[in-house]
């Protein structure tokens, strides 16, 4: 079995009393079951702006990351991803190319500068272009010279941001096809190392139904998409380092796997912390007991168990990878 090095090596380090009530361990708030998707359109002046977009920063002094500068550079759809032109690109390569390029120019990470909502409108067209088959044949087919002639203000914001949903909720949903059980396993097999943990069956049951939660947020949360949009890339990095690696290598097989693991069960508390940061309203000057409760239990939803659950199993995954360097 995949698991039995890393627990025949460090069974003896993973035994934590975890105490239900756990000092550190702060409540996390819940935000509401549904919160607005407003993305803002791009103007006729942005786009009017972009004529000339070569440059390092905009004329308000917004910072262009490289990567943002290479996308804004070409039109040709294969640099714009950052992958290299071929006949057949499978759905896990493109992928993590479109997440990689659009998380470093999605417009929330840098609000004011318009350079960012073109750049990842582009990364956006890209994606839906050579992602497709049939699409990709009629672009790869053209004229080398009329390969570049897209109009990237010809689908709107708005489905630029659909876009980015929908590959998220296909890697959500790829992934816990095929890893789901196997971090089942997992669990089971810390929970009978850790009997403090207090997990057994119906902790186990719990955690991993919040796990699937996530796919709702995914759909009806644009703060949450923006969350999980860095959370997932990483899982999907590593889901392909997993692969490349040769089957007999117990230890670097067991040390990726518990890294997902733990990318995957702290999803649901990545998701309130994100939250939390958006819909806490500032702290007064000098606020009260009751100010603080009152805030912390307009947000709450996840069950303190469920929280202190989710960290005390981080804890063991962490030891676990610590011990396979």
């Given at each position: 079995?995949?698991?039995?090095?890393?627990?025949?090596?460090?069974?003896?380090?993973?035994?934590?009393?975890?105490?239900?009530?756990?000092?550190?361990?702060?409540?996390?708030?819940?935000?509401?079951?549904?919160?607005?998707?407003?993305?803002?359109?791009?103007?006729?002046?942005?786009?009017?702006?972009?004529?000339?977009?070569?440059?390092?920063?905009?004329?308000?002094?917004?910072?262009?990351?490289?990567?943002?500068?290479?996308?804004?550079?070409?039109?040709?759809?294969?640099?714009?991803?950052?992958?290299?032109?071929s006949t057949t690109i499978d759905k896990?390569?493109?992928?993590?190319?479109?997440?990689?390029?659009?998380?470093?120019?999605?417009?929330?990470?840098?609000?004011?500068?318009?350079?960012?909502?073109?750049?990842?409108?582009?990364?956006?067209?890209?994606?839906?272009?050579?992602?497709?088959?049939?699409?990709?044949?009629?672009?790869?087919?053209?004229?080398?010279?009329?390969?570049?002639?897209?109009?990237?203000?010809?689908?709107?914001?708005?489905?630029?941001?659909?876009?980015?949903?929908?590959?998220?909720?296909?890697?959500?949903?790829?992934?816990?096809?095929?890893?789901?059980?196997?971090?089942?396993?997992?669990?089971?097999?810390?929970?009978?190392?850790?009997?403090?943990?207090?997990?057994?069956d119906d902790g186990i049951n719990s955690?991993?139904?919040?796990?699937?939660?996530?796919?709702?947020?995914?759909?009806?949360?644009?703060?949450?998409?923006?969350?999980?949009?860095?959370?997932?890339?990483?899982?999907?990095?590593?889901?392909?380092?997993?692969?490349?690696l040769p089957y007999f290598d117990i230890?670097?097989?067991?040390?990726?796997?518990?890294?997902?693991?733990?990318?995957?069960?702290?999803?649901?508390?990545?998701?309130?912390?994100?939250?939390?940061?958006?819909?806490?309203?500032?702290?007064?000057?000098?606020?009260?007991?009751?100010?603080?409760?009152?805030?912390?239990?307009?947000?709450?939803?996840?069950?303190?168990?469920?929280?202190?659950?989710?960290?005390?199993?981080?804890?063991?995954?962490?030891?676990?990878?610590?011990?396979?360097?």
């Amino acid at each position: 079995m995949m698991f039995s090095y890393v627990f025949s090596t460090a069974s003896s380090f993973f035994h934590l009393p975890v105490d239900g009530e756990d000092k550190t361990a702060k409540d996390l708030p819940i935000h509401p079951k549904h919160i607005a998707w407003s993305p803002q359109p791009c103007s006729s002046a942005q786009k009017e702006k972009h004529c000339d977009s070569s440059r390092s920063s905009t004329s308000d002094g917004c910072f262009n990351t490289p990567e943002m500068l290479q996308v804004l550079s070409s039109d040709d759809l294969y640099y714009i991803l950052g992958i290299p032109r071929s006949t057949t690109i499978d759905k896990v390569t493109i992928r993590r190319a479109y997440l990689s390029r659009s998380r470093a120019c999605h417009p929330d990470k840098f609000p004011g500068n318009p350079d960012a909502t073109y750049a990842f409108q582009k990364v956006s067209v890209a994606y839906d272009v050579l992602s497709n088959p049939s699409s990709k044949r009629v672009y790869d087919s053209r004229p080398a010279h009329s390969r570049h002639k897209y109009d990237f203000f010809a689908q709107s914001s708005p489905h630029a941001d659909e876009t980015l949903k929908g590959v998220l909720l296909s890697v959500f949903n790829d992934f816990l096809e095929g890893d789901f059980e196997m971090i089942r396993t997992l669990l089971r097999a810390i929970s009978d190392l850790n009997p403090s943990l207090g997990l057994g069956d119906d902790g186990i049951n719990s955690v991993l139904s919040v796990l699937l939660s996530v796919r709702e947020r995914i759909l009806t949360c644009r703060t949450c998409v923006v969350a999980l949009h860095g959370e997932l890339t990483r899982a999907l990095e590593i889901q392909s380092a997993f692969r490349q690696l040769p089957y007999f290598d117990i230890t670097g097989r067991s040390r990726l796997t518990i890294q997902l693991t733990r990318i995957t069960i702290s999803l649901p508390v990545t998701l309130e912390n994100a939250i939390q940061a958006q819909y806490t309203k500032p702290a007064s000057a000098h606020p009260t007991n009751h100010d603080r409760e009152k805030d912390t239990n307009d947000f709450a939803l996840l069950p303190r168990r469920i929280v202190l659950l989710i960290r005390g199993i981080d804890v063991v995954l962490d030891r676990m990878e610590r011990i396979l360097g």
